[in-house]
């Protein structure tokens, strides 16, 4: 998962990409970095770290322009390397740089055919480098022999969606010519724009989250259409056009679920109104399997469940309180690499209070299970702290399938509910009692709140895939690159070489 935003301003643009990188900080804490354009020329400045350290006075000063596009990034392809940082760079056609948020399901097909066909090199394994690639080639095809303008442009970001599949939203400047934003035809990553009147006119951010646009003083426009291409030229025109053939909008379920901050709102759904909702579809479950008196206290695991707990415990009229306070200059669990790295750093993010704990029954909210790890040791944490009995509650289903299109959760010997029934989970956990949500509440969760939102990207509860191109095959063979990590290009492009050697001999 990552967070991305670009900038067509009529001032420097540097300061607003980076406070819009710290507002989407949560997106991402592996790497961040920043590009901009000033008349035909780029700068860059990108690194390892959270954005408030990669970025210094001499790197701000050296982005010079009113437009550019930024990132923060965790890795779910390719590797951590500070070379796979965001955004790339292409000098042909025109000179193009490209941010992206999501996972391409056929990058290494798209590797072969940029190396056999497009006459293209990569240089890393990160599928966003593949996706600039692709577009480069696409935007070159559709301005060979005419000017770059829109509809160009358009036609690029068409062919851009034949060739590629899985989830992406994009951002990507063309050096001299405007920003060009476009998102995957079944809208699985979220990407909206935002507008503010300037002295000298109109100036627009397009960002992963509104909660961006609105820390910066822009006003929220619209939500970018699944399929849909926008581009910003020099003269602040905004141009817009459908791209894909059958577009339809799957936002990810688990946008709402952990990723998104809640003040943010993505596809007409408030994503603290959805976390509400939760709390009260899981209170009804919760109401029929415990009697009156079973549970003391209802406690979240801060952040992203606060929203479901408090209202759980209002529908179910028990005291609700905050057992755990979160050290908040440790990252996500969920996010860093490594069993053994988030085990220990759990007890390092939350402290429990005893006296919140000693002698309750206590019913502690998470928004999901994922591996276990963190439910584990905050189960054992609130044993050390004297509750009389533990029950765990969590506002998403059970994880049960690898999530292909952005998420860190690839292989399914690594989620806990994988082949496991509930009760064995709760063992697993050690935990007294287990509840989950159902996965038709979750969806109503987020549809009651806008109900024209009918479908969702929701195949890591249900193994449902929607772009269709997902097989028990793909994901052996992702689960054997995780396991067995090598350089997949250098192996597709040699075994492609020695077949073309073999048809020449």
Known sequence: MCGIVGVVSHSPANQLIYDALLLLQHRGQDAAGIATNHGNTFT???ANGLVRDVFRTRNMRSLLGNTGIGQVRYPTAGSASEEEAQPFYVNAPFGIILAHNGNLTNSEQLKIELFKNDRRHI?????????????????QEATSGYSLDPSALFKAVAAVHRRVRGSYAVVA?????????FRDPFGIRPLCIGVTESAKGKEYVVASESVALEGLGFRFLRDVAPGEAIFIDQDHDLHSQQCADNPSLNPCAFEFVYFARPDSIIDGASVYASRLKMGEYLADKVRKQFSSGDIDVVMPIPDSSRPAAIELALKLNIQYREGFIKNRYVGRTFLMPGQAVRQKSVRQKLNAMASEFKGKSVLLVDDSIVRGTTSREIVQMARDSGAKRVIFASAAPPVKFPNVYGIDMPTRNELIAFGRSDEEVCREITADALIYQDLDALK??????????????????????????????????????????????????????NLNLAHAD
């Open 44 to 46: 860059m400045h990108k």
């Open 123 to 139: 240089n890393t394994d990160s599928d966003s480098e593949v996706l600039l690639n692709v577009l480069a080639h696409e935007i």
């Open 173 to 181: 400047q063309i050096a001299g010519r405007g920003l060009l934003a």
């Open 444 to 497: 109503r969760s987020i549809s009651d709140v806008n109900p024209a939102l009918k479908n969702f990207e929701a195949s890591c509860f249900d193994g449902v895939y929607v772009t269709g191109d997902i097989t028990r095959d793909y994901l052996d063979r992702i689960e054997n690159a995780r396991n067995n990590p090598q350089p997949l290009l250098e192996d597709a492009v040699r075994s492609q070489l």
